[in-house]
């Protein structure tokens, strides 16, 4: 079976600018997986195109502040990726 991001959680920016695509730090298939103590991430992203899915918020938990290597902490948050 394929990959989707249907469905997916995803670790995200709350307020990326990016009108293209979603910036995707962290995805699993259980929001559980996705804490605030991840408060440190040094990889980079994958991408998921904003032409093919939405993202809909989850709380909890809350957004909270992580810190992406070589630059200043932002705000991160738990979305729902849902296919258009």
Same mark, same amino acid.
């Given at each position: 079976? +394929?990959?989707s991001? @249907?469905?997916?959680?995803?670790?995200r920016?709350? @307020?990326?600018?990016? &009108? @293209?695509?979603?910036?995707?730090?962290?995805? /699993?298939? $259980?929001?559980? !997986?996705? /804490? $605030?103590?991840?408060?440190?991430? $040094?990889?980079? &992203?994958? #991408?998921?195109?904003?032409?093919?899915?939405?993202?809909?918020?989850?709380?909890? &938990?809350? &957004?909270?502040?992580?810190?992406? +290597?070589?630059? !200043?902490?932002?705000?991160?948050?738990?979305?729902?990726? #849902? #296919?258009?």
């Open positions: 079976m +394929a990959f991001w @249907d469905g997916r959680f995803v670790l920016e709350v @307020d990326e600018a990016d &009108p @293209d695509v979603y910036r995707i730090f962290l995805h /699993t298939d $259980d929001p559980s !997986n996705i /804490t $605030d103590a991840i408060n440190i991430i $040094d990889r980079a &992203p994958v #991408k998921a195109s904003r032409k093919l899915f939405k993202a809909i918020p989850v709380n909890p &938990p809350v &957004p909270w502040h992580v810190r992406l +290597a070589g630059s !200043n902490d932002v705000l991160m948050g738990v979305f729902q990726l #849902k #296919k258009i």
